[in-house]
């Protein structure tokens, strides 16, 4: 008799989850004060100015800056480092397709390279021999639940007199030795966009230690105005965040850190318990990291030891536990959304048409996570209780018992 729900045995879960976003009153009471003040424009507002101090000392940061979306931080990131036409920039070849496009929207050329297995986040040996005479700038990306190994990203930025940009979008509230993420490196660039931890349904924050590079971002998102009189304006558009985001974003902010204490609690407890089944790796977390965020909870699959393909895994699983698989991304030298060569705008020259093709670079690690052994759950369920994760873990391990009959589901 069967015993795989997806074959008509009894699940291991039928309950709900918890969705996302999380949301109530707070939200609606800032709102409403927003819209009653009549003062909803952008730049500079008190629910701005409130968040940003804020979100800056739940980072440890000295300076925050509120910006539409994550994609626009990253290109002002490069900009007010001063990168542009030609220079090369480092990033990983796992990423949202918005990391290298933002390289593109400064003229600037991606080098891709590939990931760490254990972490799938920039490798940084691989990164070291990607340096030429042009870099400029490295990229990091926090992905999923991992953080890069920011100790050899800023050795090696120091050694070759490189900027490091983090990539945070995924990554709201991690610690790296106690330094808040997004401010080991020169800037830190964040997303609030719906599916994020912390969220405005759109929205982007920057992050910085630097006098200089704040002043530069803030004038960059202010259609080029200066924060101050003595600094010169320089050329740029309205990158500017409302009040009714920043309304949101505060409310969210409250419960922000217990949230991402109870996911890294979770996750620890689930990584100990998924240890123990053959075939699931959970991803390493090194000694520095003394708390991790989590976008999405990460394992990898051996279908090797199981027997059957990721997607029956995932088609048992999800069956089991109420609780689809979220998104991987694909690699970026074969990324659906990733496509520099569709826009002419970027065919300045033939040179840097040719070196923003991203099917010139080789990425295996990042094929076979994608291909055969990543598996990905939204940070939601991680909200639940021990009993919650106790399902998960079960309904693992039942599929891992039951996986002969995979071969036919």
């Keep these: 008799m069967a015993r795989l729900a997806i074959k008509g045995g ?14 109530g009153e707070r939200e609606e009471e800032l709102l409403l004060q927003v819209l009653r ?67 593109l929207d400064v003229n600037a050329i991606p ?21 030429t005479p042009r870099t400029k700038a490295i990229i990091p990306v926090h992905l999923y639940g991992s953080m890069a190994d920011m100790d050899r990203i800023m050795d090696i ?7 490091v940009v983090e990539d945070c979008a995924q990554s709201h509230g991690s610690r790296w030795r106690e330094m808040g993420v997004g401010v080991i490196g020169d800037i830190g660039s964040f997303s609030m966009q719906h599916s994020k931890v912390i969220t405005s349904g759109e929205g982007g924050v920057c992050l910085t230690n630097d006098e200089y590079l704040y002043d530069r971002l803030a004038a960059l998102r202010h259609c080029g105005r200066p924060r101050q009189g003595e600094v010169s304006p320089i050329q740029s558009g309205n990158y500017r965040m409302t009040e009714f985001q920043a309304a949101v974003l505060l409310a969210q ?12 609690e979770n996750a620890i407890y689930l990584n100990s318990r998924l240890a123990q089944i053959p075939g699931i790796t959970p991803m390493l977390r090194r000694p520095q990291v003394t708390r991790q965020a989590y976008f999405s909870f990460v394992f990898r699959y051996d279908q090797t030891v199981w027997g059957a393909p990721r997607r029956a895994f995932l088609q048992a699983l999800s069956a089991e536990i109420n609780l689809g698989p979220w998104i991987i991304f694909e690699p970026l030298n074969k990324a659906t959304l990733y496509n520099p060569q569709t826009k002419k705008r970027h065919h300045w020259s033939e040179d840097y048409w040719q070196a923003i093709d991203p099917a010139r670079f080789d990425l295996p690690v990042c094929d076979k996570a994608y291909g055969e052994e990543c598996v990905a ?12 994760m106790d399902d998960f873990v079960d309904g693992v391990a039942k599929v891992f018992d039951c996986r002969a009959e995979l071969a036919d589901a």
């Design 111 to 131: 080098i891709i390279v590939d990931v760490e297995p254990e972490t799938y986040c920039i490798d940084p040996d691989l990164v070291e021999a990607a340096i």
């Design 253 to 264: 902010l409250e419960r922000l850190e217990e949230q991402t204490n109870r996911r890294d």
């Design 157 to 163: 930025a120091r050694k070759h007199d490189l900027k």
């Design 377 to 388: 759950f939204h940070h939601p369920f991680l909200l639940g209780t021990k009993a919650d």
């Design 37 to 103: 003040s009549g003062d909803w424009a952008a730049g500079n507002r008190p629910m701005e100015e409130e968040f940003c101090a804020k979100f800056a000392a739940f980072s440890r940061a000295n300076h925050c800056v509120c910006l539409m979306n994550g994609t626009v931080t990253l290109q002002l990131a490069l900009e007010a480092l001063d990168i542009g036409a030609g220079d090369e920039v480092i990033v990983p070849g796992y990423t949202w397709q918005a990391t290298a496009a933002a390289c």
């Design 10 to 23: 009894e699940a291991v879960r039928t309950k709900a989850w918890q969705t996302w976003p999380i949301k």
